[in-house]
């Protein structure tokens, strides 16, 4: 048989032990769990709501910005990664392969990533000018095999993700493009999840394979761990050479286009919990939050006349905010106590509950919790549909500046390397100056317990006259973020 | 250099060859593409599109039914398989497998539905009555890899689908659940596609492997093959059985529960397509279109002011539309001629074209085309947002009420075998008395080039008193459709 988890609440708190928290946090509000498939994960209803909602979120984004869905094949021919050198070298060591059922067809990966599958279909689908921008995302399942232990949301050999691919007339289109996206990722960051994201340029060496430039949002966790949460890559024209894309320009010569990517996945769940989770569980930003509100009966079995008006209360006050159109759920089991209920609730993080009981319902009102300061309000039923609304945006906007502080507190400079050292085992994010060599990022990392570049900050990353690479002394080339990461 | 396909128009008429046609509508108003990637297919914009509504119109459904979405690992662990025995045996010669990188981990499969690897995590999910019914759904790729030959939407190794899976406390309600959920999906067909679909109970030999009782939805296309567009299974206890999935009941007891699971796929395009689609291209459905109408401005190079007159007039219409909520497209391309353009837009099915040309312009007019029929009518501006929206709904029911007239003519009834023989060899699909037995249905698809069972129809398949079986003379069991199948 199966193990069977019977507590609810968790046992550890955030600031003795995040990791173990994490988890007990997913598991315990049911968010995720492990699946017996080694590696591999299972997104449970809530946590899929979660991700719904972004997705619903970006499509609307999408739309505005005329870039269309669409679906490309799970398999890539071998011979396709080949094709381009750095990319194949980049994910060679990660790819899963399907068993071949026969010598005469060739080896087929699971998609990692979707370039070589989608350019080898744009090469046949461009012809002209006209025919660009072609801009193309998918929302699917991916494929990265080097992953042993899974971490719920953050690491697991599968994942789900959204990978927009782009193709573009001219280098000066595809950089604003890229940008464009990588604000919008930042967008949806701050104002849909309410967790503060860092826009930056990442370092050569942090580059995604095959690109030019790769930009990323980097989100920093109370514990000390930055997320690196979307990215989107300026891919130059070394795609479209490897897949022989032209376009006729109108000039009616044959030319070859530019290429971006961009992503991001159901990582931005981790971030959204260990942003806000507390002590009691997962915190929702209302926004992205599937039940707004939940509406909790205080009664008492032994007395039958009051149970009676305070459930028909109850479901007055959900029949309104239906009616409102905000998302609210009444608890009206009875086989738990209004006690468990909060606490389960809580752990779930739905961001307002609804208290009514027989003292409550005598004067025609009800008790409204916020999720995340605890702040109780009485309020006349008839106005619980007017005052919900004020108290989500509040909220929303209360858990995106809580955030903002921690993590502005976090991010500190260095002017030397000793300091640099020290910040990070303070657990900081140190901007510092650096020459943007490759063995010299290594050299931290070996010498800081794995502290990498995270971005060079988008408009802040200029160094100042003269300034010297922390590590090496040699000129600096940029300002740029160290950090640990997930 | 990969081919380039420079001709827009339909080389071939629908009813002179179907599967030709079928092709040639796909590719040419760019609703899918072959790919490189052998089995596999590519879903471009405007095939997604479709795909989109239906999933936007089923979650609608889903939630409505309290069936909560989540997703579950893209791997199956090979033991997983062996543990419902008539589940391993019918999937087991589809099956991909993943390349193992290490003997120690166990042999993995690439979904060919989800059964196993959603009831592993059920048995540790299910405790109480309390956690019944249980009712998830995931939209995911499937992987079956028996096919050779792509049939654009209607078969690949990889395709789109959801699938529900759900856990009752009993027989009955798992009965309902699995007719609620066949219904639904009649109504989708129906009503969102404008397909009629008949419900029936398959045959034991075209039951599910794994399943008590398979009902179906059976869509008779204009060739006179069916497709069978969505099944609902009643699992029985098997897999709570294979599984270890054991729940208290209110008595104290622990008890096997239920099972159900149902889906269907990306080629419900497919019907879409052949249903409604002629000889111009695309006929798409408005309630799935999504445009629902396109403006075309007629202009005149030579003519600058009647032209900038004219587009005035288009982009104020498009305007209109706009905050009427009506999605419209103005194709102010001005590489291309109007006539062009209409006929690009017949390809891709958008429901009405609006022309706007210098004589409509004059009387503050545009005039309104419907796809199915080729109706025009001339309305004044300001009135187009509000006869759009009948016109609309006009041909949704047309839609549907000429797809049901036709397949109504192809469904008749057959009392001896010579008289199936010649309305199979007709396209028909058949009503016969029928013994229930396998090896009878066998010899009828060997009599019949590859006539099968489509299903009971539900509520009309009663054998009349006595009746006996078309082919070997016992006593009938059932009345059952025999047909051609996608």
Chains 1, 2 share one sequence.
Not at 42 to 49: E, H, K
Not at 164 to 191: A, M, N, R, W
Not at 382 to 398: G, H, S, W
Request: charged letters at 30%; one cysteine or more; aromatic letters at 8%.
């Amino acid at each position: 048989m199966p193990e069977k988890i019977n507590t609810k609440g968790l046992t550890v708190k955030k600031d003795e032990d995040m990791p173990e928290w994490y988890t007990q946090v997913i598991l315990k509000s049911e968010l995720a769990d492990y699946s017996a498939v080694k590696g591999c994960a299972v997104i449970r209803p809530l946590g899929y709501d979660l991700w719904q909602s972004i997705m619903d979120y970006f499509n609307i984004r999408l739309k505005a910005l005329g870039v269309r869905n669409a679906y490309f094949p799970l398999f890539i021919p071998e011979s396709f990664f080949a094709k381009e050198a750095d990319h194949v070298e980049g994910f060679a060591p990660e790819v899963a392969w399907v068993e071949q059922k026969s010598k005469d067809e060739e080896r087929l990966a699971l998609r990692p990533t979707s370039e070589t599958v989608m350019y080898d279909s744009y090469a046949k689908w461009i012809r002209s000018h006209r025919d660009l921008p072609l801009l193309i995302n998918q929302w699917c399942n991916i494929v990265r095999w080097e992953v042993k232990d899974v971490k719920l949301f953050l690491r697991s050999r599968e994942f789900l993700w959204q990978e927009g691919h782009c193709v573009f007339e001219t280098e000066h289109e595809t950089d604003e493009h890229v940008l464009t996206i990588i604000k919008e990722y930042q967008k949806l960051s701050e104002e849909l999840l309410a967790v503060p994201a860092t826009i930056g340029l990442k370092s050569e060496k942090e580059t995604f394979a095959g690109a030019k430039r790769t930009y990323t949002i980097e989100q920093f966790m109370p514990d000390g761990k930055a997320l690196q949460a979307g990215t989107s890559h300026n891919l130059g024209q070394g795609f479209a050479k490897a897949f022989n894309i032209t376009y006729k320009g109108k000039d009616e010569q044959e030319h070859e286009p530019w290429q971006a990517s961009w992503g991001f996945s159901t990582r931005l769940l981790g971030a959204i919990i260990m942003t806000h989770g507390d002590d009691k569980g997962l915190v929702l930003p209302p926004r992205i939050a599937p039940i707004k509100a939940v509406i909790i009966p205080i009664t008492k079995a032994s007395d039958k006349s009051s149970t009676e008006k305070v459930l028909a209360a109850a479901k007055k006050i959900h029949d309104e905010l239906g009616k409102a159109g905000i998302a609210a759920h009444l608890d009206d089991r009875d086989e738990h106590s209004p006690g468990f209920k909060y606490n389960e609730w809580e752990l779930k993080g739905v961001p307002i509950r609804i208290e009514v009981g027989p003292k409550d319902v005598a004067q025609d009102a009800c008790v409204l919790v916020k999720r995340n300061d605890g702040k109780k309000q009485s309020v006349k039923i008839t106005e619980a549909k007017k005052v919900i609304p004020l108290l989500l945006d509040a909220m929303q906007q209360e858990l995106l500046a809580a955030a903002r502080k921690r993590a502005q507190a976090m991010m500190v400079l260095a002017n030397d390397y000793e300091s640099l050292r020290r910040l990070l085992k303070e657990k900081k994010f140190v901007l510092v100056h650096h020459c943007g060599g490759e063995e010299c990022e290594d050299d931290i990392k070996a010498d800081t317990e794995g502290a990498t570049t995270r971005c060079r900050p988008l408009g802040e990353d200029e160094p100042d006259p003269g300034a010297i690479c922390v590590r090496c002394g040699k000129p600096a080339k940029y300002k740029i973020i160290f950090g640990r990461n997930y």
